[in-house]
């Protein structure tokens, strides 16, 4: 899950997996696999970091880690 802000601020949490396209409209328009939409105020570059970021923790095993440490 990243974390997203809307265009009216509120904070909202998104399954990185299910999206399908971003792009900028030049708000920066997500569509997730699923058709739905969403505008957010990050910048493509933005939600494209975060989802790597998300991927490298998931796919990584870093989310193992930090669960035994804690």
């Known amino acids: 899950m990243i974390s997203l802000h809307r265009l009216n601020g509120?904070?909202?949490?998104l399954n990185a997996e299910l999206?399908?396209?971003v792009e900028?409209?030049?708000d920066t328009h997500i569509q997730t696999v699923d058709r739905r939409q969403f505008l957010v105020l990050e910048s493509v570059e933005e939600v494209v970091t975060a989802v790597v970021e998300y991927r490298r923790m998931v796919h990584g095993g870093q989310?193992?880690?930090a669960a035994l440490t804690a």
């Open 19 to 21: 999206i399908l396209t």
């Open 24 to 26: 900028a409209t030049p």
């Open 63 to 65: 989310h193992l880690t």
């Open 10 to 13: 509120d904070e909202m949490t």
